[in-house]
């Protein structure tokens, strides 16, 4: 007879429905929790805003419709405001990565520059304690300056490179220099400030309709098709209006202004006006308009980078009034798109002999700022103002407009494709590291779903071990700064709360891949793929804990009754750190610390001799007690055990004899998740795949020695206990 030793299949159910009670009426006081607890919002007050900003600005009343702060200037006394002030959790209230948002003061100008960005506070773990406050505050400075309408680019020492770089040759993209060891946190300061200064732009600077159509068309600097301007009004490169007095007559009909015209009364035919709009910026337009020489002078003067267009009239009426004062603003002209009227500023230059236009009365150059968002190959509205005056004191004057809708041809224009998400950028930045820890993570899965071959070698199981987490330790912690910890699920809490979902995750990829393979690993294995693999801490315990050995350091034991109660440290942390989440998120940012994580791996002992003491102090507790932190403390471990109880298999393989008698296993686990009955305790595994190769190994493994001396069969454990285990696992 042979020796059967695969265990069969066995399928793990789902746990009664008591085990489910107690988490339900958990979620339900948290949910009650989650709607009593408002948001957080901007706290500042106009004084505190004076104390900033001092002559020749002054800062007005908070504004109603949107809560930012207008600044005023002593120098432009009735120009309106020239800059607006804010907060940024009161319009982007981006959570981080503890789940509160960053809050910065704001400013920008009237063009859409920054004037400062200054932090008010925050709450991202790397820079409580780890890096601390001055390389975030050195991060923000560099915004100063810079416009909201270019595409902002993080990298690290970005300073050396942002003159050189092609992209940012024609402005419409910045460079600037991240932090490292906090790149995620980084990115969630630049859409925490962006999406704040956008929102004020899109409401006082005319930046609404740019946020709905994606980016704006810009002219081909290099198609230039000579073209006569008859030809151009045809093809509607030239915008025309062109009005008799007998249709402005009309349009007063039922006014005041109605029959004051004696003119137009008389001679109704005749042209009232005839204006003319034409976008300059396209060299096919502005050569064509303008001539080689004129077309050079006026660019040259738009160093502003402005939407400049060429508008003129001709007939009875001008598109300039009797007041009319060089450089500014026509009272007679007026410029919109989509609803949104635009500043249309005289630029001080008055083309001659424009080759084949009418006899004029007004020729005239207008620019808008970029900055504006306006799209020049989309149809923009003209509008003239007329007026007419009825009376010789105190004459009543009313007022009409006449509007010329106009878009130059589109083969004139390039759209420049969609700005690449913020998150998605850092996921590109990344995509070395991503592939190297995803193959890593398939070659783990594979080892872990065929264990057979890799454990029952004790030689090669150690080589492969050691060498995959110092692959963890080394590659995945302090270099791809990959460990998880505590902070994202109490974060995860606190955005949730707040109504800001979990967005802010897609900034960490190398995190969101390595919690997206230990989710999956729930149902598979349970926690011990994470915990005795994935851990970057974990390993360096594993690490100091083999070292021990080595020095014959004494090492102490505890009854494993004794172990399981202290066990149970590790699930009252976390239900401390997860009600502080809830009800005291201030205490818990410093409860938190109870996790050496940040210590030892993300700022890699570089930080304050308390918090290194402590590390090193759970460090040599490790040394003379396996993995001390990991199974009496860590309470991420603690929630990574309640992620295992998904688990569908009892994957580690028994025999009937295992436990009874033979103890091989329970004497070789170094983490006492054996019973002297030979049951797997999945919550205390770290799936070091010891056990799994003694089960395989007829060296090791008694039942099978001593059923080889005799001749004798050995059967598997019965199905339904917990040596159940997939075929090929146990095979």
Same mark, same amino acid.
């Given at each position: 007879m042979g020796i059967c030793r695969n265990a069969t299949v066995t399928p793990k159910f789902?746990?009664?429905?008591?085990?489910?009670?107690?988490?339900?009426?958990?979620?339900?006081?948290?949910?009650?929790?989650?709607?009593?607890?408002?948001?957080?919002?901007?706290?500042?007050?106009?004084?505190?805003?004076?104390?900033?900003?001092?002559?020749?600005?002054?800062?007005?009343?908070?504004?109603?419709?949107?809560?930012?702060?207008?600044?005023?200037?002593?120098?432009?006394?009735?120009?309106?405001? %020239?800059?607006?002030?804010?907060?940024?959790?009161?319009?982007?209230?981006?959570?981080?990565?503890?789940?509160?948002?960053?809050?910065?003061?704001?400013?920008?100008?009237?063009?859409?520059?920054?004037?400062? %960005?200054?932090?008010?506070?925050?709450?991202?773990?790397?820079?409580?304690?780890?890096?601390?406050?001055?390389?975030?505050?050195?991060?923000?400075?560099?915004?100063?300056?810079?416009?909201?309408?270019?595409?902002?680019?993080?990298?690290?020492?970005?300073?050396?490179?942002?003159?050189?770089?092609?992209?940012?040759?024609?402005?419409?993209?910045?460079?600037?220099?991240?932090?490292?060891?906090?790149?995620?946190?980084?990115?969630?300061?630049?859409?925490?400030?962006?999406?704040?200064?956008?929102?004020v732009a899109r409401a006082k600077l005319g930046f609404t309709?740019?946020?709905?159509?994606?980016?704006?068309?810009?002219?081909?600097?290099?198609?230039?098709?000579?073209?006569?301007?008859?030809?151009?009004?045809k093809n509607g490169m030239v915008g025309r209006l062109r009005l008799t007095n007998a249709e402005v007559e009309k349009m007063f009909a039922g006014t005041d202004g109605a029959g004051v015209d004696d003119e137009a009364l008389a001679k109704p035919d005749e042209v009232f006006v005839d204006f003319y709009i034409a976008y300059l910026n396209a060299p096919t337009i502005g050569r064509a308009i303008l001539g080689e020489a004129q077309y050079k002078a006026a660019m040259d003067r738009n160093?502003?980078?402005?939407?400049?267009?060429?508008?003129?009239?001709?007939?009875?009426?001008?598109?300039?009034?009797?007041?009319?004062?060089?450089?500014?603003?026509?009272?007679?002209?007026?410029?919109?798109?989509?609803?949104?009227?635009?500043?249309?500023?005289?630029?001080?230059?008055?083309?001659?002999?424009?080759?084949?236009?009418?006899?004029?009365?007004?020729?005239?150059?207008?620019?808008?700022?970029?900055?504006a968002g306006l799209d020049p190959a989309r149809p923009l509205?003209?509008?003239?103002?007329?007026?007419?005056?009825?009376?010789?004191?105190?004459?009543?004057?009313?007022?009409?407009?006449?509007?010329?809708?106009?878009?130059?041809?589109?083969?004139?224009?390039?759209?420049?494709?969609?700005?690449?998400?913020?998150?998605?950028?850092?996921?590109?930045?990344r995509w070395l590291e991503l592939a190297i820890i995803g193959a890593a993570l398939a070659l783990l899965s594979v080892v872990l779903a065929r264990p057979h071959w890799i454990s029952v070698e004790p030689r090669r199981l150690a080589i492969f071990r050691l060498g995959f987490l110092a692959f963890t330790l080394l590659y995945v912690g302090w270099y791809a700064q990959g460990q998880l910890s505590m902070v994202q699920i109490t974060g995860a809490i606190k955005s949730l709360k707040a109504g800001q979902g979990l967005s802010s995750y897609l900034y960490d990829p190398i995190s969101l891949l390595l919690i997206a393979f230990t989710l999956v690993s729930f149902f598979v294995w349970g926690r011990g793929t994470f915990c005795g693999w994935l851990c970057p801490f974990g390993a360096l315990q594993e690490f100091i804990g083999k070292l021990a050995k080595l020095l014959r350091l004494p090492q102490v034991k505890i009854p494993l009754a004794?172990?399981?109660?202290?066990?149970?440290?590790?699930?009252? %942390?976390?239900?401390?750190?997860?009600?502080?989440?809830?009800?005291?998120?201030?205490?818990?940012?410093?409860?938190?610390?109870?996790?050496?994580?940040?210590?030892?791996?993300?700022?890699?002992?570089?930080?304050?001799?308390?918090?290194?003491?402590?590390?090193?102090?759970?460090?040599v507790a490790g040394a003379f007690y396996y993995k001390f932190f990991c199974r009496f403390i860590?309470?991420?471990?603690?929630?990574?055990?309640?992620?295992?109880?998904?688990?569908?298999?009892?994957?580690?393989?028994?025999?009937?004899?295992?436990?009874?008698?033979?103890?091989r296993c329970k004497v070789v686990c170094e983490y006492d998740a054996i019973e002297p009955s030979g049951e797997i305790r999945y919550d205390a595994c770290f799936q070091c795949l010891d056990c799994v190769g003694i089960y395989h190994d007829d060296r090791r493994c008694v039942p099978i020695m001593i059923y080889d001396k005799r001749g004798k069969t050995l059967t598997p454990r019965a199905a339904g206990k917990s040596g159940g285990a997939p075929a090929e696992q146990a095979a």
């Open positions: 789902w746990p009664k429905p008591e085990f489910f009670r107690p988490l339900l009426l958990a979620f339900a006081v948290l949910l009650g929790l989650l709607n009593s607890l408002s948001a957080m919002a901007g706290s500042l007050t106009k004084a505190d805003i004076e104390r900033r900003f001092g002559p020749p600005l002054h800062v007005q009343e908070k504004l109603s419709d949107i809560p930012a702060w207008p600044l005023t200037s002593e120098l432009e006394p009735e120009g309106g405001p %020239v800059g607006y002030v804010f907060e940024s959790i009161d319009l982007a209230p981006i959570p981080g990565f503890e789940g509160t948002p960053m809050n910065f003061l704001v400013s920008i100008d009237r063009k859409g520059n920054f004037m400062d %960005v200054e932090l008010l506070h925050q709450h991202e773990p790397v820079f409580l304690g780890g890096l601390g406050e001055p390389p975030l505050r050195e991060f923000v400075t560099q915004y100063a300056g810079r416009n909201i309408k270019q595409q902002f680019l993080i990298a690290l020492n970005a300073a050396r490179n942002r003159t050189g770089q092609a992209s940012n040759t024609q402005g419409f993209q910045t460079t600037l220099d991240g932090v490292a060891k906090a790149t995620a946190s980084v990115r969630i300061v630049n859409q925490s400030v962006l999406g704040a200064a956008l929102e309709a740019r946020k709905e159509r994606g980016p704006t068309a810009h002219a081909l600097p290099d198609v230039h098709d000579p073209v006569a301007f008859a030809e151009m009004l160093f502003e980078n402005r939407h400049l267009w060429w508008i003129a009239s001709a007939g009875r009426y001008s598109i300039l009034d009797d007041n009319f004062v060089p450089g500014a603003q026509s009272p007679r002209l007026a410029m919109a798109q989509d609803g949104f009227f635009l500043e249309l500023r005289d630029q001080g230059f008055e083309p001659k002999d424009i080759a084949g236009a009418p006899e004029l009365n007004a020729s005239r150059l207008f620019g808008v700022f970029a900055e509205d003209l509008s003239l103002t007329i007026t007419r005056a009825k009376g010789m004191i105190l004459p009543t004057l009313t007022h009409k407009q006449a509007t010329l809708s106009y878009a130059p041809p589109k083969n004139l224009f390039v759209y420049p494709p969609e700005p690449t998400p913020e998150w998605l950028l850092a996921w590109k930045a004794v172990a399981k109660k202290l066990e149970w440290g590790r699930y009252l %942390v976390l239900a401390v750190l997860v009600g502080a989440a809830f009800l005291l998120p201030r205490a818990g940012e410093t409860l938190n610390e109870v996790e050496p994580f940040k210590t030892a791996i993300t700022v890699g002992f570089d930080r304050t001799w308390p918090f290194v003491a402590y590390a090193v102090g759970l460090l860590c309470p991420l471990g603690g929630a990574m055990s309640l992620g295992g109880r998904l688990r569908r298999w009892n994957w580690l393989p028994r025999r009937a004899e295992c436990g009874k008698p033979c103890q």
